[in-house]
C-alpha cells in the first residue's frame, strides 16, 4: 500500500525492525494480503516466511497495520496543509520522516481546526500582527505604544491591556503546537518525572491504602503499580500527578523563545510561562500517563495471554470418566458423570457440606456412581465450598476399594457459561448448576475444548484484565485461543461449533453449518466433504483442512495434520520409504525417518517439489498420526493423599503444588489448602529475572517451601529457592 504523497518502505522497515531478510516480510505481507490466515501461514507456508511462527506473524501484522495507518495519516495532513497553502519543504521533509503517529499530530497541531480559544478569539480580534510583532522582540519596540494602535472598542479591546493580553495568548499557544518543543517536554517528564499519588479521603479504608501517599520517578514505576493507581483513581480513591522540578519545563519554553530581556522579551517570558501552566503540561501530561497506561496495559495483556495459552495446552486427562463436582453449602453439591468423550452419563446433587452435611448419604451415592461407570478421576470445582467438599472426597477414595484419584479445578467462568445460551443449547435438559458440573468434569478431561466456550477475561488468569482496552484485549486473547485450537488440531466429528470456529477459514455460521450438516449426514468419513458443507468453499477448505482430523478414516491422511495439498507428495513418500498409506497408524513399525536418512532429506524435497521445513513436518505426522502435541508435557498434578489446612502449614515445610497464575510481581501456586500461595518474583529462582514468566508457567508443577504464614489475611508466602 503507497500513500499518495508520502511512501514509506514498510518493508524494508519491519525487516529492519524484526531482524528479519526482506524476502520474508515481503511473502509475508503477500499472504496477508491475499487473505490467509495466521495459523495456515505459520503451519503451511514455512518456506516463503522462513519458519515464523504464528506469534511473530502476529506481531508483524500488527505492526504492519500500525505503519499503514501511519502512511494513510501522513498523506491525510499533508492533503490539510497543503489546501490551506501552508505547507514548507521543511514542513513536508518532518512529516516524512515521522516514526509515529503522535509526532505526526504533534506536526499538525498548528494547522489542525480548533475549537474556540483564547487565542482564536483574539486571531479573530485582528490581534496577530501584533504578536507577531512582539515576538520578533525587537529592543526599539514599544509593545504598549504599539497595542494602542490594535483598540477596538467594537470588538471589545477597549484599552492597551486587554489588546496585548490577546497577543500573548496567541503567543502562548504559538508555543504550545510547537511539535519539536513538545517533543523535548515530553523526553524530560519521561526521565525526570515523578509521579504521586494522594488519597481523596485519608480516612478511607481501600485496598490502596500503600498508595495514600506515595510517589516513584515515571522512568522507573513497575507496570502493574500503574495500574494499580488507575483503577485507584477510577475508583476516587487516589488522586495522581505528575511533576517536574521546579522550572525546569519553563526554562525549555523560554530558552527557545526569549530572545532578549526587552520590553517584548519579558512579554514573551510571560508568554511561554502562561503557555507551559495553562496549554502545554497539562496536555503534556496526560500523553504520558496515557502512554504510561497503554504500555502498562500491553504488558498485562502479554502476561494474560501467556498465561492463557499455558492453561489451554494443559495435556488432556484422555480414557477416563470423570465425575464433576461442583461445590456448594445450602444448595447442595452438584455431581455430573461423563465418559471419555465428554459425554453425560449420569447427574445428581449431594448434600455433605453444612448445614445439611448428609455425610453418610453423600457417600453412598457416589460410591454407586463410582463403581457403575467406573470412575476414575474426580474433578473438584475450587469456588464455595471447595475446601469442605475437598476434604470428603478424600476421605471418601480412602474407603473405597477403586483406585480414583482428584483435582481442584479452577471453576472461572463456569457459571457464566452454565447460564449462557450455548451451553443451553448444548445441555437443553439440564438445569444451569448441573451444566457448571458437566464444564467442570470436562476441563479436567480436556481443558482446550472446554474452555473456549468462555470469555477468555473469565477465566482468570492475569491481573486487572478487567481494566483493559476491550478491543486488544479480545484480538490478543483470541489470537491465543485460536492459535492453541489451530496447533491441537480438532476431531471434526466431535468438536462443538464454539472449537471448530476458532480453526483457521472457520467463522461462527460456517462451524454451525458443519455441526448442522454432521447431525443431518452422519459422521464425516474424510475431509473433502467439508466442501458440501453450506458456505465453506475452496478458500475456507484450503485454510481449515489441515487442522481438522477424521478419525478411522478411508485415508489414513485425514488423521494427520498433513495438508490435502501434500497428500500426493505424502504418498509418494511413504513408497519411497518402502511403505504405503495403509501402513500409516498400523501396527507395522514405520522408520520413515530412517528410510529418509538413508537417502537423504534435500535429495527427497528436491524429488517431491516439497520445502525442507515442510516435508519434516510431513515426516512427524507420518510417525504418528494423530498425535497430540499436549502429550509431550508434564501431566497435571492429581491427588489422592492427605489434604490440609493453612494452620496446618509451618515455615520450612516443602510442598508440591500447581502454578495457577503468573504476574508481574510473583506466581500463585496451589499447594491444596485452598489459598494459593504467592511466591514473590525474588524467591522464583537464585538468578535475576525481569520478569516471572521467564522461569514459570501456568499449569507447571514445581515444589516449594513456606516462607511465612498470615492466618488472618489469608495470605501463604512460599519460596522456590532450595
Known amino acids: 500500500m503507497k500513500g499518495r504523497l508520502y511512501i514509506m518502505d514498510i518493508n524494508k522497515t519491519l525487516a529492519q525492525e524484526f531482524k528479519l531478510k526482506q524476502e520474508q516480510i515481503e511473502n509475508t505481507i503477500s499472504l496477508f494480503d491475499d487473505g490467509k490466515t495466521i495459523p495456515f501461514i505459520a503451519r503451511y507456508r514455512k518456506e516463503l516466511t522462513g519458519s515464523l511462527d504464528d506469534q511473530i506473524l502476529r506481531e508483524i501484522n500488527d505492526r504492519l497495520t500500525y505503519?499503514?495507518?501511519?502512511e494513510k495519516r501522513k498523506d491525510e495532513i499533508a492533503s490539510s496543509i497543503e489546501e490551506q497553502g501552508k505547507m514548507t519543504e521543511e514542513l513536508s521533509k518532518a512529516i516524512q520522516n515521522a516514526k509515529t503517529l503522535v509526532e505526526i499530530e504533534d506536526l499538525y497541531r498548528p494547522y489542525k481546526p480548533k475549537r474556540k480559544t483564547r487565542a482564536s478569539v483574539a486571531r479573530e480580534n485582528g490581534l496577530e500582527p501584533l504578536a507577531m510583532m512582539v515576538l520578533l522582540q525587537n529592543h526599539d519596540t514599544d509593545p504598549e505604544q504599539e497595542a494602542e494602535?490594535?483598540?477596538?472598542?467594537?470588538?471589545?479591546i477597549v484599552d492597551i491591556y486587554m489588546a496585548l493580553q490577546g497577543a500573548m495568548d496567541i503567543i502562548a499557544e504559538v508555543v504550545s503546537d510547537d511539535a519539536e518543543l513538545r517533543k523535548?517536554?515530553?523526553?524530560?517528564?519521561?526521565?525526570?518525572?515523578?509521579?504521586?499519588?494522594?488519597?481523596s479521603d485519608e480516612t478511607a479504608e481501600s485496598v490502596y491504602e500503600n498508595y495514600y501517599d506515595y510517589n516513584e520517578p515515571v522512568s522507573k514505576i513497575a507496570q502493574h503499580r500503574i495500574l494499580a493507581l488507575d483503577r485507584g483513581e477510577k475508583?476516587?480513591?487516589?488522586?495522581?500527578?505528575?511533576?517536574?522540578?521546579?522550572?525546569m519545563g519553563t526554562l525549555l519554553l523560554i530558552d527557545k523563545y526569549v530572545k532578549n530581556d526587552s520590553n517584548c522579551g519579558r512579554l514573551v517570558k510571560l508568554a511561554c510561562e502562561d503557555s507551559f501552566k495553562r496549554l502545554i503540561y497539562p496536555s503534556i501530561e496526560r500523553e504520558i500517563r496515557s502512554e504510561l497506561t497503554e504500555n502498562a496495559a500491553e504488558q498485562a495483556i502479554k502476561v494474560f495471554a501467556s498465561n492463557l495459552r499455558q492453561l489451554l495446552m494443559q495435556p488432556p486427562i484422555k480414557n477416563t470418566v470423570t465425575l464433576g463436582?461442583?461445590?456448594?453449602?445450602?444448595?447442595?453439591?452438584?455431581?455430573?458423570?461423563?465418559?471419555?468423550?465428554g459425554k453425560v452419563l449420569d447427574t445428581t446433587v449431594i448434600y455433605p457440606t453444612p448445614p445439611m452435611s448428609k455425610i453418610k448419604e453423600a457417600k453412598e451415592k457416589l460410591t454407586q456412581l463410582i463403581a457403575k461407570y467406573g470412575v476414575t478421576t474426580i474433578a473438584i470445582g475450587n469456588g464455595t465450598a471447595s475446601r469442605e467438599s475437598e476434604a470428603f472426597v478424600a476421605e471418601l477414595i480412602k474407603e473405597i476399594p477403586q483406585k480414583v484419584s482428584y483435582m481442584v479445578v479452577s471453576e472461572a467462568g463456569a457459571s457464566v457459561y452454565s447460564a449462557s445460551k450455548l451451553a443451553s443449547e448444548e445441555f437443553p435438559q439440564y438445569e444451569a448448576s448441573l451444566r457448571s458440573a458437566i464444564s467442570i468434569a470436562r476441563r479436567l478431561q480436556d481443558p482446550l475444548a472446554e474452555l473456549v466456550k468462555i470469555d477468555p477475561k473469565a477465566i482468570g488468569v492475569g491481573q486487572y484484565q478487567h481494566d483493559m482496552p476491550k478491543t486488544k484485549m479480545n484480538e490478543a486473547l483470541s489470537g491465543v485461543v485460536e492459535s492453541c485450537v489451530n496447533t491441537v488440531g480438532v476431531d471434526l466429528n466431535t468438536a462443538s461449533h464454539s472449537l471448530l470456529s476458532y480453526i483457521a477459514g472457520i467463522n461462527n455460521t460456517v462451524a454451525k453449518n458443519i455441526v448442522t450438516y454432521r447431525e443431518e449426514n452422519g459422521a464425516f468419513s474424510d475431509r473433502k466433504q467439508l466442501l458440501k458443507v453450506a458456505k465453506l468453499g475452496k478458500k475456507s477448505f484450503e485454510q481449515c483442512a489441515g487442522f481438522l482430523r477424521v478419525r478411522n478414516p478411508k485415508n489414513p491422511l485425514d488423521n494427520t495434520a498433513v495438508h490435502p495439498e501434500s497428500y500426493k507428495a505424502a504418498q509418494s513418500l511413504m513408497e519411497k520409504c518402502g511403505f504405503n498409506l495403509a501402513d500409516i497408524g498400523s501396527d507395522i513399525a514405520i522408520d520413515i525417518e530412517g528410510n529418509v536418512k538413508t537417502i537423504g532429506i534435500n535429495k527427497i524435497s528436491e524429488s517431491l517439489g516439497l520445502g525442507v521445513p515442510t516435508l519434516k513436518d510431513i515426516i512427524t505426522e507420518l510417525q504418528k498420526p494423530g498425535r497430540d502435541v499436549r502429550d509431550e508435557l508434564p501431566p497435571p498434578l492429581l491427588r489422592s493423599g492427605d489434604i490440609m489446612e493453612m494452620k496446618d502449614l509451618t515455615p520450612g515445610m516443602e510442598l508440591v503444588g500447581t502454578v495457577r497464575n503468573v504476574i508481574d510481581f510473583g506466581a500463585f501456586v496451589d499447594i491444596g489448602v485452598h489459598e494459593d500461595g504467592l511466591v514473590h518474583i525474588s524467591q522464583i529462582c537464585d538468578k535475576f529475572i525481569k520478569h516471572p514468566l521467564e522461569?514459570?508457567?501456568?499449569g507447571e508443577v514445581v515444589k516449594v517451601k513456606v516462607l511465612d504464614i498470615d492466618l488472618n489475611r489469608k495470605r501463604i508466602a512460599l519460596t522456590m529457592r532450595f
Request: with cysteine.
Open 67 to 70: 505503519l499503514r495507518n501511519l
Open 149 to 156: 494602535k490594535f483598540i477596538d472598542e467594537e470588538k471589545g
Open 184 to 199: 523535548s517536554l515530553r523526553e524530560t517528564v519521561t526521565r525526570h518525572g515523578i509521579i504521586a499519588s494522594k488519597a
Open 235 to 247: 475508583e476516587g480513591f487516589l488522586k495522581i500527578s505528575i511533576a517536574i522540578p521546579e522550572g
Open 325 to 341: 463436582l461442583d461445590p456448594a453449602y445450602r444448595t447442595g453439591c452438584k455431581i455430573a458423570v461423563v465418559d471419555s468423550t
Open 695 to 698: 522461569a514459570v508457567k501456568v
